[in-house]
Each structure stands twice: as structure tokens, then as C-alpha cells.
């Protein structure tokens, strides 16, 4: 085959992100990549889907950052979307040119000297990807036009109307189903690669949301076939789990083990799937260490207090079951938790990687909740894009709670299902695994008031902690219908009084002193943060819980849990109708 690699990077080059059909369908790769001369070989299928994950994957970063839309998150400010004059006008033009790629590759490939069983795998990946398409698709929008074929220009259906969201999800399970008949099960310990494991992964994912959404928004009149979807994701997960090729990574250090997940340069494909990669020698590399410590090139993220709330004491008890829990210093606060809170923010001794004492820091965090999860513990890496850990895509850990929610859903969930799933999960964790016999007030309340299944409140408790900034927790909220979530004040630590210095990390060193003024004279090693009675206010006045951004207006009304198809899109194809709430 001559000059593969050339065509490969032609064939990548000429699919940019477009905004419209007909700007994508000017640019015909069959000019380019000729399949008479192209799909000969395994390996021509090979690298032509490699473009499949150069092109559709998140970064790293992009997996975590997607989790700053969650309710259990605080960052400089809301995004737009959430707290804006949001219109179809902000809204940015839909792209097809990945399904483009997809599709013209699924009508060239099927190349009869090709090995068959060669052909029915990278077909399986094709389809894949075109199922991950779509999912994003309908997340975001609802119906969309399905497509699984090129299109000329002069095609009429180029300019079709929106299609049922049940017929597009329909199609996207027909592919995902023949994915995972047919891609081959070799596991993949570099977890980069999608595997039928892989695909069944993403099946439960997919099915779990679908399912869901369709239960609990009753105004699309789907409802009647929530529970096909719901038995759909709870069969993948349990052919993974009975397949036995994953298992919870467990080395006996709850202190530690988790956090290991995150920060590795290998995957830990014990447990990792699927991970966008990253290698410190060949420096590929990404910046989310920098993103999480410093004040002025990330966000600011941190968790919320009330989601703090919800993670249990490692009895098994409730936090939010101690007398005053709610005015409990930090320092009390993190003591004898689930341990991986502490593996999720800064909490008590937490060191860098030289040793140096590092507790929550005030220029990176609104609430005093600093995210450590996916931060690296070399501080040099706080100001250079240099970060090497791979981040997880799908991990097991996700399995056993689609897994144990689906059931929960179809009101099949038992105690041998619990022993099976969030047992494990909270014994890595270090945690008493026993099933609780009472509702928690506190998470039914403060979050899910019209959840009175007591397995089902603690799947979804489990599911917040276990995969928090994994990038799954806005999808959860669209899912669920709890938009309204987002919300909630952004609730800090308790301060128990202006200019007062606390300690932060239990070594009697004062750590950061919240004022109405920055004093003349400071104390070394103190941050200021003050607290203007605008953007931050304490909760209590001249106490309280630290609330930042208190003067901002977000709002998550019924619309927002789709988006609106852009003025753009519309105006290029009058056959388009917009959104419920947009128009």
C-alpha cells in the first residue's frame, strides 16, 4: 500500500469541524482516499479507524472540566448556559463531519480479500463511534437527523427534518449491539483501545441514561419504553461482571487505592477500560495539575458542602447524622470519613510530593474543598502543562453502579446485588459495606426528595462519590431530571468567625483567615480571602458558611435539559423545528 500514512493524515485533514451539511459534503474525501486503491489490507481498516479516536475522544482535561455543569461543583462563575441570556443565537452549529468520517468508511471497507472476521471487528468499531456520536447528539439536542450514509450535495435528505429521538436510539443501539457481537474480546491492558468489554461498557452507560431519561421525563410520552432500555443496561453491565476480566483495583491500602486510579501514568487496566492515555516520555501530556492549583489558569474548582455532606464516616454512619454537624470545623470535618474524600480534595496532612505540608488553598478554592483527585503531588507541575496520568473513560467501578441502578429502576435490587456492587465499592473505600435500614434525611432532603426507595437513594449517593469529576455528573442530573440542583447556593466551609486564622490540615498552623479587609500587618503562610458581602458573603453574616458568587442568578428551568438547535443551523435548514422552550 502506498504512501498509507500520507493518505491516513489527508483523510484526517480534510474532515475539520464544519458548521453546516453542505460545507462538510464540499469537502469529498473520495478525492483524497480512493477505496479501490485504500481498503486492501487488516491494516488499512486499522488506521483508517484509528482517525475515529484522534477525532471524537476528549482530552483528559475535557473529561474533567465537563463535571464543572454539576451541581457539586463551585468555580469562578457559572457558564452562560446556566446563568445567562442564553439563545439559540450563543448556541454553537451542530458538526457532522465525524459521522461523515464513519459513514464513508462503513461504505468502502467491506473488501472481500480482507479477512471476514477482520472486517466484522472494524466494522463493530465503526459503529462504535458512530453510537458515541449519536449519544452525544441526543444528550444535547433531542431528535436529530439520522444519517448512515454520505450524502451528496444535491441530496434532498441533506435538508430533512429532525428525526424521533426513538428511531435515532433505536439505530444507536442496532450499533452498539452489533459492536459488541463482533469486536473482538482480547482484553486491552493499555486501555486504550475499544474492546468488546468496551462496548458493552458503553452499552450500559448509554442504555442507564436513555432509560432513565425517559422515565423521568414523562413530557417526551416515552415512558412506556424506559424499562427496555433500563433491562438493556443492566444485562451489559452483568456480562461484564460475569465475565470476570475486570475487577475493582484493591491493594488494601483504603488510604490510598483509589486515588491511585487517577493519578497513574499506565492505566490500571484491573480496573481502567477505556482511558485517553498520556506518557511522560514521549511527552504527551496535559494540564489538569495546573488547572487545579493556581489562581488565575483554572476555575477555581471545588466541591460544594452539601455534597460533602453525603460522604459517609468510615462506620458507616452519617456525617449528617453527628449533633451540629453543620457548624463543624474543617478539621473535624474531615476526620474519619470515607476515606476517599480525602483522595478526592486536600484534607488532613496532606503532603506534596517533597514533603511540604499542603492543605486547602484559598487562591485555588472558593469553598475550601481543593480538588486533588486527578492532581498530581510534584508541585512543579502547578504552573507547566506536563501533567502525564491517564485519565479513565469507562471503569469497572461505573459497571457495578449502572449495574446496581438499572436494578434498583426495575425494582429488582436486593441485597445480593448490593453485596455485588456498592459493598465492594465502599469496602475499597474503607468503609463499613453494610446496608443501611433507614432513608438518610439528609440526602433525601437536600437532594432527592421524590426518592423514597432506600436502596435507590443510596446508589445514587454512592454513584456521586465514587465517580465525582469523572465527567459523568451533569448527564446524571439531565437523566434524573434535577436540573433545578444546579441551582443551590455554593456552600464553603464554616467559619466560625471574621479574622480569625483557622487551621486547615491539623498541624496548628493557621492556614487562611476570611476578613472584610486584608490586614496591614499578615501572617506568614495565611491566605486572606475576603469576603466582599457581594460575590462572597458568610452565611450567618458575621459567620457562617463561606457562599460564593451569592449574588449570581442561575437558573435551570425545564428548556435547559436540551439545548436549542443554533440560529445558525436553523437558518441553513427550514425543515429544522426548534426545541420546547426555545423557540
Not at 21 to 38: A, G
Request: aromatic share 12%; net charge negative; glycine share 6%.
Amino acid at each position: 500500500m502506498k504512501n498509507i500514512l500520507k493518505i491516513i493524515g489527508t483523510s484526517l485533514a480534510i474532515l475539520p469541524l464544519l458548521v453546516s451539511c453542505e460545507q462538510f459534503l464540499e469537502t469529498e474525501p473520495v478525492d483524497k482516499l480512493v477505496p479501490s486503491t485504500f481498503f486492501q489490507t487488516s491494516k488499512d481498516l486499522e488506521l483508517y479507524t484509528n482517525s475515529f479516536y484522534q477525532r471524537q475522544l476528549p482530552s483528559g482535561l475535557g473529561v474533567v472540566q465537563s463535571d464543572e455543569m454539576g451541581e457539586f461543583t463551585s468555580k469562578n462563575q457559572s457558564n452562560n448556559f446556566i446563568a445567562g441570556a442564553y439563545s439559540s443565537v450563543d448556541e454553537p452549529a451542530w458538526s457532522w463531519s465525524d459521522l461523515r468520517n464513519i459513514n464513508y468508511f462503513l461504505e468502502n471497507f467491506d473488501n472481500e480479500a480482507i479477512p471476514q472476521e477482520d472486517r466484522d471487528h472494524f466494522e463493530g468499531i465503526a459503529r462504535f463511534f458512530r453510537a458515541y456520536f449519536y449519544y452525544d447528539k441526543v444528550k444535547t439536542y433531542g431528535d436529530v437527523p439520522w444519517y448512515s450514509t454520505t450524502l451528496a450535495t444535491d441530496n434532498v435528505d441533506l435538508y430533512k427534518a429532525r428525526d424521533p429521538r426513538t428511531l435515532v436510539m433505536d439505530s444507536v443501539l442496532a450499533d452498539l449491539d452489533f459492536a459488541v457481537d463482533n469486536i473482538k474480546d482480547t482484553k486491552d491492558n493499555s486501555s486504550s483501545l475499544v474492546t468488546r468489554q468496551v462496548a458493552l461498557g458503553f452499552k450500559s452507560r448509554l442504555c442507564l441514561f436513555e432509560g432513565t431519561f425517559r422515565k423521568y421525563h414523562p413530557e417526551l410520552g416515552l415512558t412506556g419504553s424506559a424499562e427496555d432500555f433500563l433491562r438493556e443496561a443492566a444485562e451489559a453491565a452483568k456480562t461484564i461482571i460475569d465475565e470476570g476480566k475486570y475487577q475493582l483495583y484493591n491493594n488494601g491500602d483504603p488510604a490510598t487505592d483509589y486515588r491511585d486510579l487517577f493519578t497513574s501514568e499506565n492505566p490500571i487496566s484491573q480496573e481502567v477500560m477505556w482511558a485517553v492515555v498520556y506518557n511522560n516520555a514521549l511527552m504527551k501530556w496535559h494540564n489538569i495539575t495546573w488547572k487545579f492549583n493556581s489562581a488565575t489558569y483554572g476555575n477555581r474548582w471545588g466541591l460544594n458542602k452539601q455534597f460533602v455532606n453525603t460522604y459517609l464516616m468510615q462506620d458507616g454512619s452519617r456525617f449528617t447524622d453527628l449533633a451540629g454537624y453543620d457548624t463543624i470545623q474543617f478539621k473535624r470535618e474531615m476526620a474519619n470519613r470515607d476515606l476517599r474524600l480525602a483522595q478526592t480534595v486536600r484534607s488532613l496532612g496532606y503532603t506534596r510530593e517533597d514533603g511540604s505540608p499542603a492543605p486547602p488553598n484559598f487562591g485555588y478554592t472558593f469553598t475550601g474543598y481543593h480538588l486533588l483527585k486527578f492532581s498530581l503531588d510534584d508541585s512543579r507541575l502547578d504552573g507547566i502543562s506536563e501533567s502525564y496520568n491517564s485519565i479513565s473513560l469507562i471503569r469497572y467501578a461505573e459497571i457495578l453502579l449502572n449495574y446496581a441502578e438499572a436494578k434498583a429502576e426495575l425494582g429488582e435490587f436486593d441485597q445480593a446485588i448490593w453485596d455485588q456492587t456498592i459493598a465492594l465499592l465502599r469496602e475499597r473505600a474503607g468503609t463499613n459495606p453494610l446496608a443501611p435500614t433507614v432513608l438518610d434525611e439528609y440526602l433525601q432532603e437536600a437532594y432527592f426528595p421524590e426518592i423514597s426507595d432506600l436502596y435507590l437513594l443510596e446508589i445514587r449517593r454512592e454513584r456521586g462519590i465514587e465517580l465525582c469529576y469523572e465527567g459523568l455528573r451533569y448527564d446524571d442530573l439531565l437523566r434524573w431530571k434535577k436540573g433545578p440542583l444546579m441551582e443551590m447556593p455554593w456552600q464553603g466551609i464554616y467559619v466560625p468567625a471574621l479574622n480569625e486564622p483557622m487551621d486547615l490540615d491539623g498541624n496548628d498552623s493557621p492556614d487562611v483567615a476570611f476578613v472584610a479587609t486584608v490586614p496591614s500587618q499578615k501572617i506568614d503562610g495565611v491566605i486572606y480571602f475576603v469576603v466582599d458581602g457581594t460575590s462572597s458573603i458568610l452565611s450567618e453574616g458575621d459567620k457562617g458558611h463561606i457562599i460564593w458568587r451569592a449574588n449570581e442568578d442561575r437558573e435551570f428551568p425545564d428548556k435547559k435539559y436540551l439545548h436549542p438547535i443554533s440560529n445558525t443551523d436553523m437558518v441553513l435548514n427550514p425543515n429544522l423545528t426548534q426545541n420546547p422552550g426555545w423557540e
